[in-house]
């Protein structure tokens, strides 16, 4: 009998009448003869709810209390969507992060897991019960409430999918696939057959929410069978997979962007060696993530560097920056909230040169400017004014003919 674990986003179980809706897919799967573990997430919006009445209270909640707060919207539905099962005739039972023991680290907000007890589930399994297991949090071992970041349900569910060595992890969600970019923002987009582990790691981490990153780490290092598909729809979705030859292989297989970035600027240091490291140094001691970095050296020989943080750092970070700034004699700091990241990712780009080019010169014809730039083997990222974002998606997507079947190569 095979096992599968589905994961229903925040959409998907957004009203009663979707709960119910899910209860009856959940259903037609146990009639197939499958044993299956639902995750859920809170009803979409519940989660952000949570986050502003904690605002109203403190500009700082505590990090512990935080958890507990925004855990209890997957409580919510996990309890709903058992009764509905359990309505329809389903036997299930509902267990929060705690009860089947995800076991994490203490970062509370952003913790990892670390364990998965699989009997209690595996048990309900061979009852003949659908177990029902509410994403995005865990415990950690002192017995507190964690969770694992915005849109940590997906890990959940994968995690869950690789403790019981299921069969396939099936991200339900509001759209029918992974698309080439985000079909809310390109009508053409093509949603793609499969992608893989790697290039969904990539699209990810260049913002493209539809999975969570961590998820696709987990999934590519159990090797957890991961396909995202719709919860209002039937169809295949899109498979992740490990690379193989009989697959498509675009150069580009999609476009990423990111609206969450802010620039950072120093102008007018000394150009000598360990200077970056004074600027950065103290950035990423105050437990900023810097993303894209690009240092220049002007003609009178003093150097500038740019960086990237999130949107949600840049107050912090200037304000390091200022005080750098003063010691080394910089002749400015600026920041630029109103920045846009786009990616192209692709495996095929390893072998196909010419992608930055045909990606700098469709930009170019479009009159917009490139403020920063950042490649690794299958990626390629600039930096743009964020006003701009939706045209260069849209111009990328159709300069490398994204809407189109890639052609197999020979
Ligand atoms: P859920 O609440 O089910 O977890 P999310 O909102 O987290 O759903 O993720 C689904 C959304 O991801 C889609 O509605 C879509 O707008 C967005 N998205 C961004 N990039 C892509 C992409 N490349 N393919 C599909 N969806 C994408
Ligand atoms: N409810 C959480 C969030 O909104 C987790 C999730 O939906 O995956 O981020
Ligand atoms: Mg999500």
Redesign the pocket.
């Known amino acids: 009998m095979s096992v599968i674990v589905q994961k229903y986003?925040?959409t998907s179980v957004g009203s009663v009448e979707r709960i119910e809706a899910v209860a009856d897919k959940v259903i037609s799967h146990c009639q197939r003869g499958e044993k299956v573990v639902v995750v859920v997430?809170?009803m979409s919006g519940?989660?952000?709810r949570l986050i502003g009445l904690a605002n109203e209270i403190s500009d700082a909640p505590s990090a512990r209390e935080m958890d507990v707060l925004?855990s209890t919207?997957?409580q919510v539905t996990i309890a709903l969507l058992s009764m509905a099962l359990q309505a329809k005739g389903q036997d299930a039972r509902s267990y929060t992060g705690s009860q089947v023991r995800i076991l994490t680290d203490t970062a509370h907000s952003k913790a990892r897991i670390e364990e998965i007890d699989a009997h209690r589930m595996q048990q309900d399994l061979d009852a003949g019960r659908v177990v029902v297991v509410a994403?995005?949090q865990g415990v950690d071992e002192q017995g507190n409430i964690t969770t694992l970041?915005?849109?940590?349900?997906?890990t959940t569910a994968v995690a869950l999918a690789a403790a019981l060595k299921a069969d396939e992890c099936q991200i339900y969600t509001d759209v029918d696939g992974v698309y080439t970019t985000d079909p809310r923002v390109v009508d053409s987009a093509r949603r793609l057959t499969s992608i893989t582990f790697e290039e969904m790691l990539e699209m990810a981490s260049q913002g493209s929410k539809v999975l969570?990153i961590r998820s696709v780490e987990f999934a590519g290092k159990y090797n957890v069978p991961l396909r995202v598909l719709s919860s209002f729809q039937e169809g295949p979705g899109t498979l992740i997979t490990l690379e193989d030859d009989g697959m498509e292989k675009p150069v580009v297989s999609g476009i990423a962007f990111n609206r969450d970035e802010a620039k950072l600027m120093i102008r007018g240091i000394p150009d000598q060696p360990g200077v970056a490291f004074k600027v950065l140094g103290p950035i990423s001691a105050a437990n900023i993530e810097v993303d894209v970095i690009v240092q220049n050296v002007a003609v009178d020989n003093s150097a500038n560097i740019t960086f990237t943080v999130h949107k949600n750092d840049v107050k912090k970070a200037e304000q390091i920056l200022q005080q750098i700034a003063a010691e080394l004699g910089a002749k400015e700091v600026a920041t630029d909230s109103s920045i846009a990241k786009v990616s192209l990712v692709g495996v095929g780009m390893r072998s196909h040169a010419g992608v930055a080019a045909k990606m700098f010169e469709s930009l170019a014809n479009e009159a917009i400017n490139i403020q920063l730039i950042t490649t690794s083997e299958i990626k390629v990222t600039v930096v743009v004014d964020e006003k701009y974002l939706e045209l260069a998606v849209r111009a990328l997507h159709s300069a490398f003919e994204m809407d189109k079947e890639p052609q197999q190569e020979a």
């Open positions: 986003g925040g997430s809170a519940e989660t952000n925004v919207g997957e994403g995005f970041g915005r849109g940590g349900s997906d969570q």
